[in-house]
Every structure is written in structure tokens, then in C-alpha cells.
């Protein structure tokens, strides 16, 4: 840690792919649907208007940035986001730019 941030500089680097992650238009609509709860790339499909490549693809993205979990229920998976605090981001995000 340096006298000039208060967290050290390998912090900041995840915290930059953090928000290099979540700058992504189709993640964050994944993440936006998942607010309500988990649900199948099936459901996000329809949801979202997109194909379930994609919505597997974004999902493989954020599952590794530990944004969203997984849980398999025989043979669907389902996908919620990981916890609170990621709701919290988004949520605090968009009462920002509404403002």
C-alpha cells in the first residue's frame, strides 16, 4: 500500500477488471434479469431476446469475474447473481445516471 491510495495497487488493478466486466451492455442486462431471480440460459433466452450462445458465452464471463453462480438442477443449470453486493452496484449505478 502506498501513502497515495488507500488500497494497494494490485486492489485496484481487480478493481479495474471489476468495472471492465460490468461495462458490458449484454452483462449487465443478464445481471438486470437476475435481480429477480436465478434462472436457466433457456429463460434468459426468451427474456432477453438472444440466443442461448450468447447468454452462455456473457455467463461463462461473469461465472470466472465470481458475479454469478451456478447451480445445476438436474439437467438445467441455473444461474443467479453471486450476492448482495453485486445487486447493490447495480442498483446504486443506475440511481446515479437517473439522477
Known amino acids: 500500500m502506498s501513502d497515495v491510495f488507500p488500497i494497494n495497487t494490485d486492489k485496484i488493478d481487480e478493481l479495474s477488471d471489476f468495472f471492465k466486466i460490468m461495462g458490458d451492455s449484454t452483462r449487465i442486462k443478464i445481471m438486470l434479469v437476475l435481480e429477480n431471480g436465478e434462472l436457466c440460459v433457456n429463460e434468459m433466452s426468451k427474456k432477453l431476446n438472444m440466443t442461448k450462445s450468447a447468454i452462455s458465452h456473457q455467463l461463462k464471463i461473469l461465472k470466472n469475474a465470481k458475479l454469478t453462480k451456478a447451480q445445476k438442477r438436474g ?6 447473481l453471486c450476492d448482495y453486493h453485486i445487486k447493490t452496484v447495480l442498483d446504486m449505478a443506475l440511481e446515479h445516471i437517473q439522477e
Open 75 to 80: 439437467k438445467n443449470v441455473f444461474y443467479s
